[in-house]
């Protein structure tokens, strides 16, 4: 059985942890904190074997099969480094890096030591993915011409989210979702794309993104880290439209005719907490020597990287990165 570990012990942290101590595929072994007595109440809340007070005395661990990374976004490049020079196998939370470059050198690094490596955007590994694929490729809704999503949440509590130098603001928050979602949908040629934001405190508060691919296709969207939004999508086609009522762990898919009358509600798995498919995911890809996990390539999560740096830099901003 895979030992799993967790890197930091927010919140994230022991959404992972509810789901994987659940799970049989792998084993809760490890958690690890800048603070033992932390770690020490998070093991004993949460079923762990293993506390840590540092990182790197978890990682010398060599019991441990895989490691979450569950850091703020600013510290994602440097603490998979710091797993991946000790051997271990990764699923770094999301947005994976702070820019492409920092994207590009770990994922070579996994590579040249023969090790996963994969991002734990969670929309990619569910099985409502596939029910939304299936929909589209039956030609049920006709031809897609576009889509629109949301994603906000109030989020003034969460001081992360309003410091730049912890990587804060709504793009890389709520934003990857967005981007991830529209080329879910339309797939990777994509052709043009604009954006605006709000800023508030250094960060931004507001993005406003409309993605162009090919044949025409639209995407419009807003992520939102100062108010609550109701996080839908649809996509709409010449014969009818898909409604996704939650995009960021969907609860219900409606499909609609072009009378705007609904013809299909698509019952969604139960499920742990959404977390267990990612997990799923890198147990499959380490138990038969994959590096990457096909939800997920390599390639994806740097384009998708690059795509947000593109924004960022059409907005003269750019995130300070750790010394």
Known sequence: MIKMAILGAGSIAVKMAATITKMDQVEAYAIAAR????????????????????????????????????????????????????????????????????AKEILALAESKKLLLTEAIWTRYMPSRKIIDDIVASGEIGEVTSLTANLGYELSAVKRIWDPKLAGGALLDVGVYLVNFARMVFGENMTSISSSAVFKDGVDMIDSIVMTFDGGKVATMQSNVAAAQNRD????????????????????????????????????????????????????????????????????????MEIMDGIRKSWGYEIPLLG
Do not use: W
């Not at 007595?37 to 790197?56: H, I, L, Q, V, W």
């Not at 978890?58 to 603490?79: G, Q, T, W």
């Not at 947005?95 to 470059?101: H, K, M, P, W």
């Open 35 to 102: 603070d033992l007595d932390r770690a020490e109440a998070f093991a004993k809340e949460n079923g762990f074997t293993k506390a840590y007070g540092s990182y790197e005395e978890m990682l010398a661990d060599e019991a441990v099969d895989l490691v979450y990374v569950a850091v703020p976004h600013s510290h994602h490049y440097k603490m998979t480094k710091m797993c991946l020079e000790a051997g271990k196998h990764v699923l770094c939370e999301k947005a994976f890096t702070v820019n492409a470059e920092q």
């Open 233 to 304: 999508g649809c996509i709409f086609g010449t014969k009818g439209y898909i409604e996704i009522t939650n995009i960021n762990n969907p609860e219900e898919i409606k499909v609609y005719n072009d009378a705007y009358e609904e013809v299909k509600s698509c019952p969604i798995p139960e499920q742990i907490t959404g977390y267990e498919y990612e997990v799923e995911a890198c147990v499959h890809a380490i138990e038969n020597g994959e590096l990457e996990c096909p939800q997920m390539p390599h390639a994806e999560t740097i384009r998708v």
